[in-house]
Nanobody, 116 residues
Framework: QVQLVESGGGLVQPGESLRLSCAAS????????MGWYRQAPGKQRELVAG???????NYTDSVKGRFTISRDNVKMTVDLQMNSLSPEDTAVYYC??????????WGQGTQVTVSS
């Protein structure tokens, strides 16, 4: 079992940066592919960035070049560095294992609002 807590969201202006952090607990963290997801009002939840248990990242096209996902299997954290933020990035961001996301089990998330 893996328990996850997201943090780092907030209100920023366009062009600014945020770093989201996901703290995990559990004995099987290293075996899980992880992802940061987001859901904006009126839109479907989408995978923003994923990182495999081996550390290989992948990104949705809209954030490629701006966001960086990373994991630390010792600290048991998954971070999302978000640069050059725009209002289109406004959403609730969720950290999850790929397995739990597939099953529809989500935590509280952290709100990111990009507005001038």
């Amino acid at each position: 079992q893996v328990q996850l807590v997201e943090s780092g969201g907030g209100l920023v202006q366009p062009g600014e940066s945020l770093r989201l952090s996901c703290a995990a607990s559990g004995t099987m963290f290293r075996r899980n592919d992880m992802g940061w997801y987001r859901q904006a009002p009126g839109k479907q939840r989408e995978l923003v960035a994923g990182v495999t248990r081996d550390g290989t990242p992948n990104y949705t096209d809209s954030v490629k070049g701006r966001f960086t996902i990373s994991r630390d299997n010792v600290k048991m954290t998954v971070d999302l560095q978000m640069n050059s933020l725009s209002p289109e990035d406004t959403a609730v961001y969720y950290c999850n294992t790929r397995n739990m996301a597939r099953l529809g089990h989500w935590g509280q998330g952290t709100q990111v609002t990009v507005s001038s």
